[in-house]
């Protein structure tokens, strides 16, 4: 069969399946196993599958992934989070919207030790919401601030979806989580600035908290000490050259036990079982879903789809960054209705030769990619972090939780155009690494 009908094919299938309420691992499968069936025949399918699932998944590289989920697991359950949360309270609460505020640089701290946007949001939520409800704070900016920190999980590293990223695309994973510290540090500068406008003219001044001392916003800090310790042991080790991410990983998960183990003594075990079923499930999950994108892209591959793709964008006369850019906005619509894996997955085969052809930073263009997921992560219908926020927050429809994100896909977006304007703010520390 003609390669571009078998892939008009393929691809309306992949919308059908979905629409059908098919997992995405099943959908692009199936979708990639019958493109390679017109284009070839059945026994060449058979051939191509006797080794695939071992040969995409069983490789060094992608063992960071577990050993990062369970480190934020471990610190989960040593209720880090309440301790950043305290300690954020001490030095912004006393500002107008300064509990939102705390609760984002509560998750830019769980975020470098977690790398998971639904937990961080389900650990910050379950701690600040209750006490900006308790102060009176405006329902949709407390939710829409929550669901919105949580995002920061998944930019600051370790981030699953960065190093998800990197196997994708076959990219360096340490630069990758180096590369997303500095944008992940401007996301929350914006975030605590929106709130600071927003609060500003919707809160009265009776809410605001007492102001802390110095010698008291000092004294609390030391309560994050694990944070930093785990920062330091996982992207300092990386940084400096001592460790690969896969080594970091294992020695912060390590670290991330004995804090555990120092928080609950002999009461550890339920919580290391949970830790170890939690990840399971996760680490799965995200396998399932590189196995089905893997016989998705063999069929691209295979009919040479991106390569030509690539080639009539590179000819078309269209500007380079136009190009980049839409690339980009076309995230907005999907994150309307995918996850933020299921996006990169069905995008990334088409859209990384075009942006490896014209010559563009991968680096710089993966962090971008998941800034954009993140938006995906807040807009309705599907937008997940809004969904766990108001499983937790009963007291708040899931309606005003997205009205509330709203203020934060602006900020969202103004970030990412500073981003793409500046290409330097993501690519100057990871350029920096030493032992590359």
Known sequence: MDPIIAASIAVALIFILLALGTPVFATLALSGATGIILVENLAFLMNRLKSFSYSSTATSTLTVIPLFIL?????????IGRRLFDVANKWVGHMPGGLAMAGILTSAGFAATSGSSVATAATVGSVALPEMRK?????????????????????????????FYAALTETSAGKMLVAGFVPGILTTIVFMAGIRLIAGRIMPRANLAPRSS???????????????????????????GLMTPTEAAAVGAVAALLMLILELGSKVMPAVGESFRSTITTTVMILFTMIGAGIFSYFLTLIQLPQQLAA????????????????????????????????????????????????????????????????????????LNCFV?????????????????????????????LLFTFPQITTSLPNMMLGG
């Open 312 to 383: 009539v964008i590179s000819d078309s006369g269209v500007p380079p960054h136009v190009i980049i850019a839409l690339f980009l906005l076309s995230y907005i619509p999907l994150g309307m209705f995918l996850d933020a894996f299921s996006m990169m997955v069905i995008t990334l085969p088409i859209m990384f030769p075009t942006v490896q052809h014209l010559g563009f930073d991968p680096i710089w263009f993966g962090i971008l990619c998941v800034k954009m997921c993140e938006i995906g992560l807040m807009t309705p219908p599907v937008g």
């Open 71 to 79: 480190m934020g697991a471990f610190a989960h359950h040593a209720q």
């Open 135 to 163: 102060a009176g704070y405006d329902p949709a900016l407390a939710a829409g601030s929550v669901a919105a920190g949580g995002i920061l999980g998944v930019l600051i590293p370790p981030s699953v979806l960065l190093i």
């Open 389 to 417: 926020i108001a499983g937790i927050d009963r007291q708040t429809p899931l309606p005003q939780v997205f009205r509330g994100a709203m203020w934060f896909v602006l900020m969202e977006l103004f970030t990412v155009s």
């Open 214 to 240: 110095w010698g008291e916003r000092l004294s609390s800090t030391t309560k994050a000490w694990q944070v930093i310790v785990l920062f330091l042991v996982v992207l300092g080790g990386i940084y400096l």
